[in-house]
């Protein structure tokens, strides 16, 4: 997929570009394209099923503001695009990418959806309508047309917090319909290279492309028509392959939807940080060719991790051999091992200057030994750049495999971690290719082959393996049934515990049953550390390599203290 950023511009020159680029694909097949731009000056656009009563202001007011009145041939009824809004134009063969109309338009609806998700915001469908919706607040508008299966126009996503052009009409022809922004929502200013990245990622993903390039075009052809208009700069995106759940189809189930759809209490509502440091990291990574959990799961931290030079590495590749119901990593075939991996990963530890080194992956249940020799690698390589840096590995179980356990630890981590993610009886319906007891016997076995524990606080991190572990609130556990597991967690040696809570991907992965006040992990908190953990990090942004330094050191100050 390339991408091409305009910048700002006027519609009809960004129409006209399209048109171009359709007769291209037409001709050629490939490759597809999406042009990103923000319109100025404004405009309001009638498609096919729009009607003039649905515009509200004189068109020669509108015309005397500057408000462009423009008819053209997507579906879908009226709407307004100006500053502030970001777009996003697709244009790609849909028979030779096996979609119907219907099918792509539910993909730019999950596409959107994902990416208010990594935002920090719940959004969703509502029934008999196109387009994504915040509560009862319009986010989102989608409006397509398709010539000899190749499409165009596309979306468009509100921003900024001024609104206000939507007051000239009846937004999509929905009486008492009202709009809304990513600003308002997130009560701060958000710019559109922010959020440019990250729909950029969700699109290359609910599209199933395997790779992304920008600036794409020619320096003249992607202008004609838009001289003097400033291009901004960004870094490049590299997409991850299609999730295998394929939510982006037909996918309108009820199952999960209200929950993922129901806006997020404020204390779920995560602001942004600004400056270069997340571009710069996601640059590195791209460069590298390197993957992340933090982008592959969706988490809602993302942005504020790479804001503070960090990320945790994925390795293995992108793609999982399980097909747990929380989880937003791709699954299917994985990809063959990739043996510059190591080095990659050591070099991209030693340029963000990381004094704590977190490695994961996805599982392979497909690989003999279930990935365990490629995590020993990647240590060992990390521990030759950065001979000082505490290095944590969080693993899959291996399939009970003590002999792969074994190889995984050889390669000198410091904190083995892995999570049993939730309580022994939503196994079936969370992790059904997972066992509870498999979980804890990994953690119990880790401690046995590194010779057991080391109690005295005076050992050095590298001399003494830390387990850990963690589990997402959320998902229909009652808190009667947490003392058990944390019992059983502590019996297995397990030192550092993390709680969370658990924030549905999709509308079709599993929902959320319950939002967790902060009080109340606070009160699980104080519960968990009663059993002895050295560490307990819980609060409703906490994941499994949240801070994972200063959870560590905590670990280190409580063993100390003991």
């Given at each position: 997929?390339?991408?091409?950023?305009?910048?700002?511009?006027?519609?009809?020159?960004?129409?006209?570009?399209?048109?171009?680029?359709?007769?291209?694909?037409?001709?050629?097949?490939d490759p597809s394209y999406v042009l990103l731009v923000e319109h100025d000056p404004p405009v309001i656009t009638l498609g096919r099923r729009a009607e003039m009563q649905h515009v509200l202001a004189d068109p020669a007011h509108l015309a005397a503001a500057g408000v462009q009145l423009v008819k053209v041939s997507?579906?879908?009824?009226?709407t307004w695009h100006g500053p502030g809004q970001l777009v996003a134009y697709p244009i790609l063969r849909l028979d030779t990418r096996g979609l119907t109309l219907r099918a792509y338009v539910g993909r730019l609806e999950q596409a959107v959806i994902d990416t208010l998700a990594r935002l920090g915001i719940a959004a969703g469908r509502r029934d008999g309508l196109v387009g994504v919706w915040?509560?009862?607040e319009k986010i989102a508008a989608i409006g397509v047309a398709v010539s000899r299966w190749v499409t165009y126009h596309g979306l468009s996503l509100n921003v900024a917090a001024d609104v206000g052009g939507f007051d000239t009409i009846i937004p999509c022809g929905i009486a008492g319909a009202s709009v809304t922004s990513v600003s308002r929502l997130l009560g701060r200013d958000v710019g559109l290279e922010e959020v440019k990245p990250v729909l950029i990622e969700c699109l290359t993903e609910a599209l199933g492309f395997e790779q992304v390039r920008e600036d794409c075009l020619p320096r003249a052809e992607s202008r004609?028509?838009?001289?003097?208009?400033?291009?901004?700069?960004?870094?490049?995106?590299?997409?991850?392959?299609?999730?295998?759940?394929?939510?982006?189809?037909?996918?309108?189930?009820?199952?999960?939807?209200?929950?993922?759809?129901?806006?997020?209490?404020?204390?779920?509502?995560?602001?942004?940080?600004?400056?270069?440091?997340?571009?710069?990291?996601?640059?590195?990574?791209?460069?590298?060719?390197?993957?992340?959990?933090?982008?592959?799961?969706?988490?809602?931290?993302?942005?504020?991790?790479?804001?503070?030079?960090?990320?945790?590495?994925?390795?293995?590749?992108?793609?999982?051999?399980?097909?747990?119901?929380?989880?937003?990593?791709?699954?299917?075939?994985?990809?063959?091992?990739?043996?510059?991996?190591?080095?990659?990963?050591?070099?991209?530890?030693?340029?963000?200057?990381?004094?704590?080194?977190?490695?994961?992956?996805?599982?392979?249940?497909?690989?003999?030994?279930g990935g365990a020799g490629h995590f020993a690698k990647v240590t060992l390589a990390v521990r030759a750049?950065?001979?000082?840096?505490?290095?944590?590995?969080?693993?899959?179980?291996?399939?009970?495999?003590?002999?792969?356990?074994?190889?995984?630890?050889?390669?000198?981590?410091?904190?083995?971690?892995?999570?049993?993610?939730?309580?022994?009886?939503?196994y079936p319906a969370v992790r059904p290719q997972a066992d509870y007891r498999r979980s804890l016997g990994l953690l119990e076995a880790a401690k046995r082959i590194r010779g057991g524990a080391v109690d005295a606080?005076?050992?050095?991190?590298?001399?003494?393996?830390?387990?850990?572990?963690?589990?997402?609130?959320g998902l229909g556990e009652t808190r009667e049934e947490l003392p058990a597991v944390l019992a059983d967690l502590r019996a297995a040696g397990c030192d550092i515990?993390?709680?969370?809570?658990?924030?549905?991907?999709?509308?079709?992965?599993?929902?959320?049953?319950?939002?967790?006040?902060?009080?109340?992990?606070?009160?699980?908190?104080?519960?968990?550390?009663?059993?002895?953990?050295?560490a307990v990090a819980a609060g409703p942004f906490v994941r499994s390599s949240y801070h994972a330094e200063d959870v560590f050191n905590a670990g280190l100050a409580g063993t100390a203290k003991k």
């Open positions: 997929m390339l991408v091409e950023d305009l910048g700002r511009a006027g519609y009809t020159p960004a129409l006209e570009l399209q048109q171009r680029l359709v007769a291209r694909v037409q001709a050629q097949g997507r579906g879908g009824d009226v915040a509560g009862q004609g028509g838009l001289a003097g208009v400033a291009r901004a700069s960004r870094p490049r995106v590299a997409g991850p392959s299609r999730p295998c759940s394929d939510h982006g189809q037909d996918a309108r189930g009820t199952h999960g939807r209200d929950a993922h759809a129901t806006r997020l209490p404020r204390w779920l509502r995560k602001s942004i940080p600004a400056g270069p440091g997340a571009a710069e990291v996601r640059k590195l990574l791209g460069r590298l060719e390197l993957g992340t959990v933090c982008s592959s799961a969706r988490c809602p931290n993302q942005a504020e991790c790479f804001a503070r030079g960090t990320a945790t590495f994925m390795i293995l590749g992108d793609r999982c051999t399980r097909r747990c119901r929380f989880c937003a990593v791709p699954c299917g075939e994985p990809p063959p091992v990739n043996d510059a991996e190591a080095d990659a990963v050591a070099e991209a530890a030693a340029t963000l200057g990381l004094r704590h080194v977190v490695i994961t992956s996805v599982t392979r249940d497909d690989l003999p030994d750049r950065l001979p000082e840096a505490v290095i944590e590995v969080l693993v899959p179980d291996f399939q009970g495999d003590e002999r792969a356990l074994a190889t995984a630890l050889a390669g000198g981590c410091d904190v083995l971690n892995h999570n049993v993610e939730t309580v022994p009886r939503l606080a005076a050992d050095a991190p590298a001399k003494r393996l830390w387990t850990k572990s963690g589990l997402m609130l515990l993390t709680l969370g809570q658990y924030l549905a991907p999709s509308p079709t992965h599993h929902p959320v049953a319950r939002f967790i006040p902060p009080e109340e992990f606070d009160e699980i908190r104080a519960q968990a550390q009663s059993f002895g953990f050295s």
